[in-house]
Nanobody, 120 residues
Framework: QVQLEESGGGSVQAGDSLRLSCAAS????????MGWFRQNPGKEREFVAA??????NTYYADSVKGRFTISRDNAKVYLQMNSLKPEDTAVYYC???????????????WGQGTQVTVSS
């Protein structure tokens, strides 16, 4: 059993910042990439950012590049979100162990999601 748990979401105004965290519990698994995705009702889940565990190489969607930063320490994965926009409003999910490419939503493990709401 593997569980991922996100935290740090909330309601903010445009231009504000939030930092999301993702912690894993249960059975350990080999970490190649960890990713962040987001989803609004009626829309497909979209890639936000990913990090390669070894070497900490980072990858970003064009929509968040320059504003969001993914990072890690030995225990958690983080998503620092600056200059938030209303279009960033979504449920944000942490994902582990991609089956294909890091930018595809084909991961073995997913968190329950944390809500981020950005007001105009």
């Amino acid at each position: 059993q593997v569980q991922l748990e996100e935290s740090g979401g909330g309601s903010v105004q445009a231009g504000d910042s939030l930092r999301l965290s993702c912690a894993a519990s249960g059975r350990t698994f080999s970490k190649s990439f960890m990713g962040w995705f987001r989803q609004n009702p009626g829309k497909e889940r979209e890639f936000v950012a990913a990090i390669r565990w070894s070497g900490s190489n980072t990858y970003y969607a064009d929509s968040v590049k320059g504003r969001f930063t993914i990072s890690r320490d030995n225990a958690k994965v983080y998503l620092q979100m600056n200059s938030l926009k209303p279009e960033d409003t979504a449920v944000y999910y942490c994902a582990g162990n991609p089956r294909a490419s890091y930018y595809s939503d084909e991961y073995d493990y997913w968190g329950q999601g944390t809500q981020v709401t950005v007001s105009s």
